[in-house]
T-cell receptor
Framework: KQEVTQIPAALSVPEGENLVLNCSFT??????LQWFRQDPGKGLTSLLL?????REQTSGRLNASLDKSSGRSTLYIAASQPGDSATYLC?????????????FGKGTLLTVNP | KAGVTQTPRYLIKTRGQQVTLSCSPI?????VSWYQQTPGQGLQFLFE???????NKGNFPGRFSGRQFSNSRSEMNVSTLELGDSALYLC?????????????FGPGTRLLVL
């Protein structure tokens, strides 16, 4: 059974700081891993999807890495802004191979202070 | 392109009643997944439908059921509601095949059971 853990549970940083969010998963036989963002009371917004054949994926100020052998992924946010304040979730497919049955971590609540 | 839409956005029900939630996926997407989000358990996978067939199922009791129509719209039904069913119910759509597995989430339906 896939288990996903995110550390830290909450993070508060001043504007402009670079930061790293961590995600670990127990079953490394995955084809991909996704990072999402959730604003309070809203649905999830897909940020990045990393295929198992990739080590990194970038979108603007976001960079996600995937290390299957160690069961870890990181989301790097450069030059953070107050608008980045949200909960960040990582999700890995469940054991058994289906890409559409995701296990989510509990998320990291990020606050970027002006 | 219109995003994933969910109706209704908010619902209040009493214990023992049943409820039906609706999800319209992004045009061209054939996979629809449902998730339950609560403060204690986080996001948990309910089921996934592809081309009108349930392809994946989570560990929820039989009171939770779903279906998908030929236009890919999906409904989720919860019978004999319990207080613990109060949650944000999210649906997500994706193409459902190939390597493009990114899931796009709707805004959710917030269900309160009294």
């Amino acid at each position: 059974k896939q288990e996903v853990t995110q550390i830290p549970a909450a993070l508060s940083v001043p504007e402009g700081e670079n930061l790293v969010l961590n995600c670990s998963f127990t079953d490394s036989a995955i084809y991909n891993l996704q990072w999402f963002r959730q604003d309070p009371g809203k649905g999830l917004t897909s940020l990045l999807l990393i295929q198992s054949s990739q080590r990194e994926q970038t979108s603007g100020r976001l960079n996600a890495s995937l290390d299957k052998s160690s069961g870890r992924s990181t989301l790097y946010i450069a030059a953070s802004q107050p608008g980045d304040s949200a909960t960040y979730l990582c999700a890995a497919p469940n054991s058994g191979g289906s890409n559409y049955k995701l296990t989510f971590g509990k998320g990291t609540l990020l606050t970027v202070n002006p | 392109k219109a995003g994933v839409t969910q109706t209704p956005r908010y619902l209040i029900k009493t214990r023992g009643q049943q409820v039906t939630l609706s999800c319209s996926p992004i045009s061209g997407h054939r996979s629809v997944s449902w998730y339950q989000q609560t403060p204690g358990q986080g996001l948990q996978f309910l089921f996934e439908y592809f081309s009108e067939t349930q392809r994946n199922k989570g560990n929820f009791p039989g009171r939770f059921s779903g279906r998908q129509f030929s236009n890919s719209r999906s409904e989720m039904n919860v019978s004999t509601l319990e207080l613990g069913d109060s949650a944000l119910y999210l649906c997500a759509s994706s193409l459902g095949q190939g390597f493009s597995v990114t899931q796009y989430f709707g805004p959710g339906t917030r269900l309160l059971v009294l």
